[in-house]
């Protein structure tokens, strides 16, 4: 089992950037594969980026790609989501999960744990 709790978010301009970290208890952080998804306000949650268990390859969703990079430090248990070229469409509120096992998915429903959330928002 894993515990995360995410942080980082905040209230920015457009084309502005932040970084959002994901802190994992327990000593198993690796054998998770990781991702990040976001739910904006009156919207379906949508996956954002995931990162496999050795940290190999990453992936991410085409409306972030070239903008956000995922990466996690094995070290720290922990997980980043670099986000640059903030838009407002950006606007939610980002959850960090975990996935035991398998292959990589963009299926909320196939991860096992989740963070409680960071909110980011984005003014034009």
């Known amino acids: 089992q894993v515990q995360l709790v995410e942080s980082g978010g905040g209230l920015l301009q457009a084309g502005g950037s932040l970084r959002l970290s994901c802190a994992a208890s327990g000593r198993t952080f690796s054998i998770y594969i990781m991702g990040w998804f976001r739910q904006a306000p009156g919207k379906e949650g949508e996956f954002v980026a995931a990162?496999?268990?050795?940290?190999?390859?990453?992936y991410g969703a085409d409306s972030v790609k070239g903008r956000f990079a995922i990466s996690r430090d094995y070290a720290k248990n922990a997980v980043y989501l670099q986000v640059n070229s903030l838009k407002p469409e950006d606007t939610a509120v980002y959850y960090c999960a975990a996935k035991s096992g398998g292959l990589y998915t963009d299926q909320a429903k196939t991860y096992d744990y989740w963070g409680q959330g960071t909110q980011v928002t984005v003014s034009s």
């Open positions: 990162i496999t268990t050795d940290g190999g390859s990453t």
